[in-house]
């Protein structure tokens, strides 16, 4: 049995896999050990997240309130994006479900239908999420008060070095050897090619069974010690760099989602916490100058700046395998996407359950390195799709922008958006984290709309939907203007 297991890196992904590795394997027999150097900062971003991470938080045993002390944290119910489609248009893509769930066919179908005697009506007034988020407001939904509250979903906005600190003591309070030190050289069995262990810059040596990646972008492992290569997603996704700056906290800017303002060569992040507002500005260097983007950036962000802006440089794509050998690799080290969805923390939470779940010895690694590899090549090759979604159906006219909906769209996205176009249908699997309520969102939004609808909708009568979706919009009304504000939610919280 292979029982020393090494994470090289201590960043989000480096201290996630430790606590989930403490939490499930560590009582199992085996030795984990997390290296990290004193001197490499972390990437020092990554403040949004998607519903799942509530559950990875849970899994580990974490009290939410607990959570959000400790990490500065406020709620998101979703994701505002401003300009994307063109020039004042303006959309919110809210977590959860869209009206509630009619004669087993998804609600949007109906409300496709009511759409065509309702042509200005808006997708996002069906979204309690984003209903709610319009109006600043927040609640934990109770499905006893109304059964539509199921369909509500929620995340965190929240300090990624408070998180990575919260994390590292959860897990050397449960086990986890921890070692600061620089790893200067990795060491690979001249018979097999796995790695046998790691050079510290004082000399010492760390051997081990299994080996984590987690080394951020340099993937010092996986990319650099086994040549695992990279396949480079650029020609659709051409954002390859970032101006990041955090501002001082207002009450105008104190919403419970995120705010994605397109630019006329990227876009602008905005996540506010509990002590600061995260600000970032993603584009194109070939459309964008650093000292452009620096400027634009500083000119259009809504409060005080509160340090200089910081630079960093990042391509779309992923390693050709996440799992080479005895290592894997978790984080900016096995892959990234640009934050527009908040995806990244996501990718990390499934990729150690994979590997939880996959856990190996020397019998079972190469069968299980090619399942695991089969499964998260499928993952981030949908988000991949969805993220190139929002880019590929724009109607503006800058250069940047041209050159995006002109451009050959992957096989499986093209596939998508025509079936859509064709017939209403949105096609979604297992294992998919968007589901079809979460692209009809962005399709909506971008200005897509369905040639046809389901026969199924015809068993209504016009009377009878236009009751139907009548009840729900006032449901969501009336439901969203009873919760509390999200500023005071959030402040009796913090005080209990
Ligand atoms: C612009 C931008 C915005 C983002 N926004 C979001 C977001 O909103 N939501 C989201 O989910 N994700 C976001 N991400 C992604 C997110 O930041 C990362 O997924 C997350 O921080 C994980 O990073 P990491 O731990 O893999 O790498 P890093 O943070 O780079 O950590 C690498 C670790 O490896 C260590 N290390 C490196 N070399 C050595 C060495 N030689 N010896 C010892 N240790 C070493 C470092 O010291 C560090 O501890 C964003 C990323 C970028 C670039």
């Not at 086994?226 to 997603?233: A, D, G, Q, Y």
């Not at 010895?361 to 190139?388: C, G, L, P, S, Y």
Request: aromatic share 12%; proline share 4%; with cysteine.
């Amino acid at each position: 049995m292979w029982k020393k297991i090494i994470i090289a890196g201590g960043g989000t992904a480096g201290w996630m896999t430790a606590a989930l590795l403490a939490k499930s394997l560590g009582r199992a027999g085996f030795e984990i050990t997390l290296v990290e150097s004193p001197n490499i900062p972390t990437v020092g971003v990554g403040e949004a997240t998607v519903p799942s991470f509530m559950h990875f938080n849970r899994l580990l045993g974490i009290d939410e309130r607990h959570l959000i002390k400790q990490t500065k944290a406020t709620y998101k119910l979703g994701i505002q994006f401003v300009d994307w489609e063109k020039i004042g248009n303006d959309y919110i893509h809210g977590f959860g479900a869209l009206g509630d769930q009619a004669a087993g066919l998804p609600f949007y179908h109906y409300w496709f239908r009511w759409l065509k005697s309702n042509p200005t009506a808006k997708l996002e007034d069906m979204s309690l999420c984003a209903v709610s988020g319009r109006k600043r407001r927040f609640v934990h939904p109770d499905p006893k008060v109304n059964p539509i509250l199921g369909g509500m979903g929620y995340a965190l906005h929240i300090d990624a070095g408070l998180y990575a600190e919260f994390l590292k003591q959860y897990s050397t309070e449960r086990g986890i050897k921890h070692i600061q030190a620089d790893i200067t050289g990795v060491n690979l069995n001249q018979k097999t090619g796995f790695i046998s262990s790691l050079n510290l810059a004082d000399s010492s040596v760390l051997e081990g069974d299994f080996f984590i990646d987690c080394t951020g972008f340099k993937s010092m492992l996986l990319g650099q010690a086994l040549r695992v290569p990279f396949v480079s997603w650029k020609q659709w996704l051409k954002t390859d760099s970032a101006q990041v700056l955090p501002t001082a906290l207002t009450q105008d800017n104190f919403v419970p989602y995120t705010r994605a303002k397109a630019h006329h060569a990227g876009w602008q992040w905005r996540i506010p916490l509990q002590h600061r507002v995260g600000n970032g500005l993603v584009y194109s260097s070939e459309h964008m100058t650093d000292q452009e983007a620096e400027a634009l950036l500083l000119e259009q962000i809504d409060s005080e700046p509160l340090m200089a802006p910081r630079k960093l440089h990042f391509e779309a794509g992923m390693r050709e395998r996440f799992w080479e050998k005895n290592c894997v690799a978790v984080g900016l080290s096995s892959g990234f996407l640009e934050p527009l969805e908040s995806t990244s923390i996501h990718i990390i939470q499934t990729t150690i359950s994979r590997l939880v779940t996959l856990f190996p010895n020397a019998d079972t690694n190469e069968v299980m390195a090619k399942r695991f590899n089969a499964q998260a090549t499928f993952e981030m090759e949908r988000i991949r799709d969805f993220i190139i979604l929002h880019y590929a159906l724009n109607h503006r006219d800058d250069p940047f922008w041209r050159s995006l909906s002109e451009m050959r769209l992957p096989d499986s996205l093209e596939e998508k958006i025509t079936l859509f176009k064709k017939t209403g249908y949105i096609h979604y699997e297992d294992g998919d984290l968007f589901a079809d309520t979460n692209w009809l969102s962005v399709l909506f939004g971008q200005g897509v709309r369905p040639e046809n609808s389901m026969y199924m909708v015809n068993t209504m009568s016009d009377e009878q939907l236009d009751k139907y979706i009548s009840s729900i919009r006032h449901q969501i009304v009336s439901l969203t203007d009873n919760f509390p504000f999200h500023i005071d939610y959030l402040t009796r919280l913090l005080k209990s």
